[in-house]
Structures are given as structure tokens and as C-alpha cells.
């Protein structure tokens, strides 16, 4: 059974550093992309980050592009999202995401088979 378990998440203040850990287990060998979406109060879920192992291509949102960066330990099986200079509209919950396979698409939610169950991060101004 597939399990992500999210972690890192907090207050910080404007400008400041979080690093979300995101622990899997589970995963079919056929997984291909793992990534980060979040959801702000009254907003949609967003795609924020994503990997694909394969081919070792990176995907950012724009509104994160230079502050974020999204990386992968193998050895560990756990993503993480370090995020730098945030600001109070990165407040949200942050959720962890895998796939079953290869996708072509990965900015998109319907792409991703496996969820986390998300992790909290607010920022104050």
C-alpha cells in the first residue's frame, strides 16, 4: 500500500525558510513523477513543484520559479521542497503527490494517483 507522509510544514515569518519533507513508501515500480501542489484558503489546489526521475526534468510554477526548488533522495525515498523567500501568499497546505506511471503531463492534479495528506505552512507578514 502506498503511503506519503508529509512533514516540515509551520509558521515562519515573510522572508523566511522552510524545507517540507515528503517520507514514501510503497510506490509501484512504475512511478515515474513525484511533485507538490498546495491549497490556500478558498483557492483551488495549485501545482507548485514536480520531478520526473526518468529524465531528470524539473517543473515549477511560476509564482515559485527561484524561490523553491524541489529535489529527491533515492536512497531515503523522500522528496522535499525547500522554499526560500516566502511570502504570506505561500501560505497554504502543502500536499505531496505520486504517480503511477509516466505522464506527459505533470502540472495538472488528474495526473497524480497518490496523495499525501498534506502538511500546513503559513507565512506572516
Known amino acids: 500500500q502506498v503511503q506519503l507522509v508529509e512533514s516540515g510544514g509551520g509558521l515562519v515569518q515573510a522572508g523566511g525558510s522552510l524545507r517540507l519533507s515528503c517520507a514514501a513508501s510503497?510506490?509501484?515500480?512504475?512511478?515515474?513523477?513525484m511533485g507538490w501542489f498546495r491549497r490556500a484558503p478558498g483557492k483551488e489546489r495549485e501545482f507548485v513543484a514536480a520531478?520526473?526521475?526518468?529524465?531528470?526534468?524539473?517543473y515549477y510554477a511560476d509564482s515559485v520559479k527561484g524561490r523553491f526548488t524541489i529535489s529527491r533522495d533515492n536512497a531515503k525515498n523522500t522528496l522535499y521542497l525547500q522554499m526560500n523567500s516566502l511570502n504570506p501568499e505561500d501560505t497554504a497546505i502543502y500536499y505531496c503527490?505520486?504517480?503511477?506511471?509516466?505522464?506527459?503531463?505533470?502540472?495538472?492534479?488528474?495526473?497524480?494517483?497518490?496523495w499525501g495528506q498534506g502538511t500546513q505552512v503559513t507565512v506572516s507578514s
Open positions: 503527490a505520486a504517480t503511477r506511471g509516466d505522464p506527459i503531463v505533470v502540472r495538472t492534479s488528474t495526473s497524480y494517483d497518490y
Open positions: 510503497g510506490l509501484p515500480f512504475s512511478s515515474r513523477v
Open positions: 520531478i520526473r526521475w526518468s529524465s531528470g526534468s524539473i
